[in-house]
């Protein structure tokens, strides 16, 4: 755990230190959007999803007129939905994430984005909704605190430094150990530059 504490703070410190190349500068922001968060089994079967928000902060910098490297910190709520005839579980998982992201502006505006990302568990909570009160129910199912993925992502970037993005994750590690259940969540995203 302390050895991934340290490579955060390179990250960060690699990224707030670079040098802003010619047309573009190195910048930090808030970003806030909207999730839509569910869970696949095996890889073939995907639950329903939850909807939930994303707000965090961000720094870019940029390696050259093109390429960029952004790391953020972010609350994000995910997890899913499984509807049937008895009822409606709802599974709330929300992390902390720290996504690091390599991004290409193929020109000034828009941008296409990859990376890795890292996530911590700080909360969930189960429900059970039968549709009739006397069977309702909160019930404890233990998720891992841990979670790793990749995303892949686009986005318009204003000169003011307003930016409109949609990203998709794709949890690589699993919430539970039974099933190898992963997460997957699609991110639409609203940032503003300081």
Do not use: C
Request: cysteine-free; overall charge negative; glycine content about 12%.
């Amino acid at each position: 755990m302390k050895t991934v504490f340290l490579i955060i703070t390179i990250i960060i410190s690699m990224t707030f230190s670079a040098k802003a190349q010619e047309g573009n500068t190195s910048n930090a922001g808030v970003k806030l959007g909207y999730n839509l968060a569910a869970v696949s089994y095996d890889g073939e079967t995907e639950t329903g999803q939850r909807h939930g928000f994303h707000a965090g902060f961000y720094g870019e910098s940029f390696l050259s007129e093109v390429v960029a490297l952004q790391v953020e910190l972010l609350y994000s709520q995910q997890g899913y939905e499984i509807e049937d005839n008895s009822g409606t579980f709802t599974q709330k998982l929300d992390y902390i994430n720290l996504p690091l992201l390599l991004k290409i502006y193929p020109n000034r505006n828009f941008f296409f984005e990859a990376g890795p990302q890292v996530g911590i568990a700080v909360n969930h909570k189960e429900a059970f909704d039968s549709n009739f009160n006397l069977f309702d129910t909160s019930q404890e199912f233990s998720p891992q605190n841990f979670d790793w993925g990749l995303n892949l992502g686009g986005g318009f970037k204003t000169d003011s430094g307003v930016s409109l993005g949609v990203r998709y994750h794709l949890g690589m590690g699993g919430v539970y150990d039974e099933g190898n259940p992963k997460n997957r969540v699609w991110q639409f995203s609203l940032g503003f530059d300081f």
